[in-house]
Each structure stands twice: as structure tokens, then as C-alpha cells.
């Protein structure tokens, strides 16, 4: 482990300072990029316009029609919390702003993960026609479903495909799906500058650009008095202004008013759009849960959502989920979605099925949505006991691919017959972690009729892009892969049992090429010393109230510390008590149960640790320096 010291542009931290921010946060911001104030403006009238989104106009019009029709629209979600909260936002936002006119045909269908696999499949389309719809939605899904596309359009739906995933490659081209809308940032052709958006946000862009549509055919009008929005005032009190896709600039939030409806689903004049910012604590969720970057749109989404989640307005099933994690809403912060909301979701997904926590995320029920948190929490518990299992025999597995006095191979692959399918991912990650390199775990498909295939989840490490090393063993051994998909980081295949040895060698032989010595160093960036004035757990609360993520790191610091005592605590974690700039400390290492030494060089983030009703500053260990 190499512990590295981010770079603090002098000239960004001092403007930073002068425009009022805390000089601790200035530094901060300014090694993750932010060189004036007005970057971490996190208003609504700053996210990028919808226009700028390709085919979200166009969504936008066939949805209205739909609504003008009486069509019955499906959504057909992931079951992975992105996923999840996409349908979720896709539903309530449908239902809200077609409730104006009547229309409420909006249904929602989640494929398994075991027995449909990843995606719209022409199974599913058939599955979507059977239930009387006439328009098809994916959300978080279908860029590279382009047999389910196909099958659907036969079938006579109308399909847009809402996502954010890269397209599909065949013959190293890159091919979208035919005769549809499709609303995805990375399609070819799209300007929309924040390319890792969220599936969820994806989907509130279309409700967005929807809600401008129907406005400019009369249904809403903006303002009471119908004229144009004017000015801007602090989100919720209904004149935060959104882009528009239609003129640039379009209220956020307005007051809700009764509806009549008119001839052919007109509406008066009278009656205001409705409010969709609610919806912002899914969006918030979904975006950090699926670790995608936080670039400043994406930072806004999350500021947005976690400032309505502290002061309680979020749906019941949100609450019922921080009350299971035992977390206080009132605190939120983006941790608490990526690590306690965010895994319960994805563990239905993973072991049962994601309609439950789609429920959870639509009703409004408060007992429902009590009842339905329990159950996946009970469902979490059970795949953490999976996953401690599989991870042991996976590294046991890792492990022995290589003596104690070597290297790890640049890649790590492992299976095992008794390997849960729905937990994979997470393995991969944890295997990655370990050892850092390139892993993915195989399971066998518990799919009827393909029990000869395995499907497989990677992980990946900084320099060394997943989904094209797939595309690359694709091209070198035509036929080996029988699907695949993903991104730099992530990505999944499905192999027979018999190609495994082949895939194996194959990805072996692309690491050898791809990843030299300097990749293949474990690193980690740090902050740099943390000075003792700051070691305060009102600063603690200060940091805690930013959002930290993905591309925008929350803060670690580093520097030499003296261990003056450690023991085991719950037989899998170090407690210590250090000394930190001449000052007694206490500190914590979370699953690491080798001794320090007496002086060592640790990165380590801040916590308040309470303790008979007094508030201590702690330190929780992130690593040590080799």
C-alpha cells in the first residue's frame, strides 16, 4: 500500500477562503477540483437542462400522447437499487402529473435475475403485451437490449428506453437499439455534459422535460396568473426554477391546485403544475446506492434530495428504511444511502424480488411500508451471511492461484459450484479490494434449461477498463461470451462451463498487456496531515453534511501516528489508542486484525464516537503504508 497526498492548488484553497468557506472544506474542495465558491452552489436552477439530453423531448411527447390516449403504460425496472428507484420515480411522477387529466394506467414489471437475466428480453416484451400495455418504459435498462427492443416493436408497443449504461458493441461499432425513443446520455450523438448520470436521474430528466410538454399543451399552467416564471427562491417554496426543455428555464416546484377536467383531456388554465421535486430523495438514493460519479449535476441531485430527507419530507418507505438501519433521517448524509438504505434494496434483487422494494418505495401506506423494511432488512441479513461465506471460499479460491512469496496474477477468476448468482457482484468487489486486481466470481445460472451456463460479475481496479477487456476476449475468441455488458469499473458475462478454462486464459492474457507495475500498486489517496484544531466533532458534523461519493471522495487523512495500545475487539477489529500530534486519540480498524507497529503512517477519516453521553473525535483506519 502506497499512501498518496492529493495536490491542493494554493490558488483555488485561498479563493475557496475568501468567498467564505471554512478553510478545512476549502482545501478539501480544492484537491477534488473546485476552484471558485460558485461550484458548490447546489441550487436547482444550476442542473443541466433537459434540452441538452438527447431523445428526452421526444420521450416527453409520447408519453403525453399516451396520457391524451389512455394508454396503458408499463415500466419494466433492474433490480438493483438504481433500478428500483428509477421505477419508483417513474411511477409516482407519471401518476402525479397525469393525475390532471385522469390518467393513472401506469404499472411497473421487474425482471428475475435468475430465470430473465439482465435486461428487456423478448420474454419480458411478451410478458409487458399479455398485460394490455401499449407503451414500454425501461428504466436503468435497455441500451443493448436490442433483440427485446425488436420483439417489443413486433409486438405492436411503443418503447422508450430510459438508461445510462454504454451501448452495446458488435464488430467493435457501436449499435442502439431500432425503432424507438431512447434517452440515454451515452448514446452516440448526446451533448448532455454529465455522462454519469444515474438510471433515477435519467428517469426525473424525462419527468422534467414531460411535465414542460404538457405545460405547453395547455394541462399546466406555470403560475397563477399563467405567465412566466420570474425570478428564483430557495427550493420548496414554489418558484425554484429548472431548466426546460422547451425555453430554457421552467419552475421546479409549484403549489399543487385542483384539476377539472375538459374535452379530450383538456384541463383549465387555472390548474399548476405539480410539484416533482418529492421525488428528489429517490433520485438521491438511487444515485449514490449505484456509486456512479459525482460530477457537480450529480452532487446537485444529492444536495437536493439529502436536504429533503433531513427534514422529513421523503416517502414513508424511505423512513421505514433509515428506522430498520437505525439511522436518524434528520442526519442524513450520502454514507447512509450508499451503505445502509441502498443495500437492503439491492439485497431483494439479489435473493428475492425487487418488487418488494419498489413497494416500499411507492407506498404510501406508513404501515405497509413498516412491514415491507423489515422484510428486507431480514432479506440483508441473510445475504451478508451468503456473502461472508462465498467471500472466504473465494479468496480461498484467489488464494491459491499463486505461493505466499509471489504476486497475485493480474486477474483473478474463481467459481464454485455452490456460488449464489445474486451475490457475485459483491464478491468480486470484496476480491478486488483484498488483492487489488481485476476479479470477477462465476455461479452457475439457476435459470431452467441453462444449467450449463455460468454467469459472472467483475470488478475492476483504476487503469484497467472491464468492459472493453470483455469486448477484446469477444474479438479473440468469438463465441466464448455469450453476453455481456457494463462499464470501466463493472461489468457482467455469461459463459458455458465448458469456455471457463478459455475465458479464464483469455482475460489473463489481456491484464498481461493492459497493466503494468505501477497499475497493479495499491494506492490510496489522502488529504494529507489532518491539523489538531480540526480535530473537533463539530468539524465532524461539518464534513458529514457535504456529499462525499464516487469521483468526489470523501475526506481520509493521513499522517505518522504512535500506536501507544491496540487490542481485538468482536475478534475482527483493532481498536487503538494513538497518539496524534501529541494528543490522545482512540481509533478503530474495521476487519483488520494484524498488529502496527509502534510508529506508522495510516490514512483515516473522522468519526464521533459517543460514550456515556459525551461525544469523543475517533479515528476510523483506512490503511497503512507498506
Known amino acids: 500500500m502506497k499512501i498518496i497526498t492529493r495536490d491542493v492548488p494554493p490558488r483555488a484553497a485561498w479563493a475557496l477562503e475568501q468567498g467564505g468557506v471554512h478553510p478545512l472544506l476549502a482545501r478539501l474542495f480544492a484537491a477534488r477540483g473546485i476552484t471558485a465558491k460558485e461550484q458548490l452552489d447546489d441550487a436547482l436552477s444550476l442542473l443541466l437542462p433537459p434540452a441538452s439530453m438527447k431523445g428526452a423531448q421526444e420521450a416527453a411527447r409520447a408519453l403525453a400522447d399516451a396520457m391524451a390516449a389512455n394508454q396503458a403504460i408499463c415500466i419494466v425496472a433492474d433490480y438493483d437499487c438504481d433500478g428500483a428507484t428509477a421505477c419508483a420515480v417513474g411511477l409516482r411522477g407519471l401518476r402525479l402529473l397525469g393525475a390532471p387529466m385522469g390518467f393513472d394506467r401506469v404499472s411497473y414489471l421487474v425482471p428475475d435475475r435468475v430465470t430473465d437475466g439482465y435486461g428487456l428480453t423478448p420474454a419480458i416484451a411478451q410478458r409487458v403485451k399479455a398485460r394490455g400495455a401499449d407503451v414500454l418504459v425501461t428504466v436503468d435498462n435497455g441500451i443493448a437490449s436490442l433483440d427485446g427492443v425488436r420483439a417489443a416493436r413486433e409486438l405492436g408497443l411503443q418503447v422508450i428506453v430510459t438508461d445510462h449504461h454504454l451501448p452495446a458493441l458488435k464488430g467493435g461499432e457501436v449499435v442502439v437499439p431500432a425503432d424507438c425513443v431512447i434517452v440515454n446520455p451515452n448514446q452516440p450523438g448526446c451533448t448532455f455534459e454529465s455522462k454519469s448520470i444515474a438510471g433515477v436521474g435519467v428517469m426525473f430528466y424525462v419527468l422534467l422535460a414531460l411535465r414542460a410538454e404538457l405545460r405547453e399543451r395547455g394541462v399546466f399552467t406555470?403560475?397563477?396568473?399563467?405567465?412566466?416564471?420570474?425570478?428564483g427562491a430557495a427550493p420548496g417554496t414554489g418558484t425554484d426554477r429548472v431548466p426546460s426543455p422547451a425555453r430554457g428555464s421552467e419552475p421546479s416546484v409549484s403549489p399543487p391546485a385542483a384539476a377539472s377536467?375538459?374535452?379530450?383531456?383538456?384541463?383549465?388554465?387555472?390548474?399548476?403544475?405539480?410539484k416533482i421535486d418529492a421525488l428528489l430523495p429517490l433520485v438521491a438514493?438511487?444515485?449514490?446506492?449505484?456509486?456512479?460519479?459525482?460530477?457537480?449535476?450529480?452532487?446537485?441531485?444529492?444536495?437536493?434530495?439529502?436536504?429533503?430527507?433531513?427534514?422529513?419530507?421523503?416517502?414513508p418507505g424511505m423512513t421505514a428504511l433509515f428506522n430498520v438501519a437505525s439511522r436518524?433521517?434528520?442526519?442524513?448524509?450520502?454514507?447512509?444511502?450508499?451503505?445502509?438504505l441502498g443495500p437492503r434494496l439491492n439485497a431483494a434483487g439479489r435473493l428475492a424480488d425487487m418488487t418488494l422494494g419498489i413497494e416500499c418505495l411507492t407506498t404510501d401506506d406508513g404501515l405497509r411500508a413498516d412491514e415491507l423494511a423489515r422484510t428486507l432488512d431480514g432479506i440483508n441479513r441473510e445475504r451478508k451471511t451468503i456473502e461472508g461465506e462465498m467471500r472466504d471460499q473465494a479468496l480461498m479460491l484467489a488464494e491459491a492461484m499463486f505461493d505466499e512469496s509471489e504476486e497475485p496474477p493480474p486477474a483473478l477468476i474463481v467459481f464454485d459450484p455452490d456460488f449464489h448468482e445474486g451475490v457475485v457482484g459483491i464478491v468480486a468487489s470484496r476480491l478486488k479490494d483484498k488483492l487489488h486486481r481485476p476479479s470477477f466470481v462465476f455461479a452457475a445460472s439457476g435459470a431452467e434449461g441453462k444449467e450449463n451456463e455460468l454467469k459472472g460479475s467483475g470488478r475492476s481496479i483504476p487503469g484497467f477498463h472491464l468492459r472493453d477487456a470483455l469486448d477484446l476476449v469477444a474479438k479473440r475468441h468469438p463465441g466464448v461470451l455469450l453476453r455481456f455488458g457494463g462499464h470501466a469499473m463493472a461489468a457482467g458475462c455469461t459463459i458455458d462451463e465448458e469456455h471457463l478454462d478459455v475465458f479464464e486464459a483469455a482475460l489473463q492474457q489481456v491484464a498481461h498487456e493492459w497493466l503494468d507495475a505501477a497499475t497493479l500498486q495499491r494506492r490510496m489517496?489522502?488529504?494529507?496531515?489532518?491539523?489538531?484544531?480540526?480535530?473537533?466533532?463539530d468539524l465532524v458534523d461539518t464534513l458529514h453534511?457535504?456529499?462525499?461519493?464516487?469521483?468526489?471522495?470523501?475526506?481520509?487523512?493521513?499522517?505518522?501516528?504512535?500506536?501507544?495500545?491496540?487490542?481485538?475487539?468482536?475478534?475482527?477489529?483493532?481498536?487503538?489508542k494513538m497518539k496524534h500530534q501529541g494528543d490522545p486519540v482512540d481509533g478503530?480498524?474495521?476487519?483488520h486484525t494484524e498488529p502496527l507497529p509502534e510508529r506508522v503512517k495510516l490514512a483515516f477519516r473522522l468519526d464521533a464516537d459517543e460514550w456515556q453521553g459525551q461525544r469523543r473525535v475517533r479515528f476510523l483506519i483506512e490503511a497503512a503504508e507498506d
Open 328 to 340: 436518524q433521517s434528520a442526519k442524513a448524509t450520502s454514507f447512509d444511502f450508499g451503505f445502509a
Open 222 to 231: 406555470a403560475r397563477p396568473d399563467a405567465g412566466p416564471p420570474q425570478g
Open 588 to 591: 478503530i480498524w474495521f476487519g
Open 261 to 274: 377536467r375538459g374535452a379530450a383531456g383538456s384541463v383549465g388554465a387555472t390548474v399548476l403544475q405539480p
Open 285 to 315: 438514493l438511487g444515485t449514490v446506492a449505484d456509486v456512479v460519479k459525482l460530477d457537480a449535476n450529480n452532487r446537485r441531485l444529492v444536495a437536493q434530495g439529502l436536504k429533503r430527507v433531513r427534514a422529513g419530507a421523503m416517502p
Open 545 to 576: 453534511q457535504e456529499v462525499w461519493g464516487q469521483g468526489f471522495a470523501p475526506p481520509v487523512f493521513c499522517e505518522e501516528l504512535q500506536i501507544v495500545s491496540q487490542r481485538l475487539v468482536g475478534e475482527k477489529h483493532l481498536a487503538l
Open 525 to 537: 489517496e489522502a488529504d494529507g496531515a489532518l491539523d489538531k484544531q480540526y480535530r473537533r466533532t
